[in-house]
């Protein structure tokens, strides 16, 4: 499932944001990449314990927090602390799939990727190209949001970044280890909650939402994995 989440941050914390990004220094990307990786990924990165990496990092996982939308489509377990990019002067990323595990430089723990998510920092008319696009059994999809907006995808599937033409293009990027591992399962529940939700908002008493209410949460027990 390929979703979009709408106004992630707020324009106040968009505007903080890319001040601290624009007076960061930043670091080839090729760091962080792993091996396949590394030979296609061309552009910069602001390195995991840079100071305004942790402090934006702490902003975007409040600004999770508050939003329904992203709960019930990522159902996750643990998110790995967001890291911010920039892609300029051609800049781009080939194709490839997101490292499977990925440890903290901090703690060392371990984070499975079952989602990955990109938040758009910079407005689309600011840049030509830098399109995510992802690959999936129906075709490429072509991700270009506005600023503040976030796309959520399977971290199995390929995917590139195009060139950057002109001008910048300023992202976070990160992983969610979900408490449900397949896509397919995530998909269904995401399915069924959005329902739920829509029925909730027709008759708030209905005794017919109580019931798959029920299901919801047997599914989510029986599948969950903590
Ligand atoms: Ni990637």
Redesign the pocket.
């Known amino acids: 499932m390929l979703i979009t989440i709408p106004d992630v941050l707020t324009s106040e914390e968009l505007t903080q944001a890319r001040a601290i990004l624009d007076a960061a220094e930043w670091v080839d990307g090729k760091l962080t990449a792993g091996y396949q990786?590394q030979a296609v990924k061309e552009n910069l990165q602001l390195p995991e314990s840079h100071p305004a990496a942790v402090k934006l990092g702490e902003m975007v996982l409040a600004a999770l927090a508050r939003s329904p939308l992203f709960m019930s489509a990522a159902l996750p377990l643990k998110v790995f602390p967001p890291m911010f990019n920039r892609y300029t002067g051609g800049g781009h990323?080939g194709t490839?799939v997101?490292t499977a595990i990925r440890s903290l430089a901090s703690t060392g723990q371990r984070i499975r990727t079952d989602v990955?998510a990109t938040l758009f920092l910079t407005a689309p008319d600011r840049y030509d190209g830098g399109e995510l696009i992802v690959e999936d059994t129906y075709g490429m999809h072509s991700v270009k949001l506005p600023a503040g907006h976030m796309v959520l995808y399977p971290a199995t599937s390929l995917?590139h970044v195009t060139p950057v033409t002109r001008g910048e293009r300023v992202s976070s990027?990160f992983w969610i280890q979900s408490m449900i591992r397949a896509d397919g399962d995530r998909t269904l529940l995401y399915d069924l909650d959005t329902a739920i939700q829509r029925l909730a908002k027709e008759s708030h008493r209905n005794p017919i939402g109580v019931q798959l209410t029920g299901v919801y949460h047997n599914l989510l027990r029986r599948w969950a994995e903590m």
Do not use: C
């Open positions: 990786a990323f490839h997101d990955s995917h990027f």
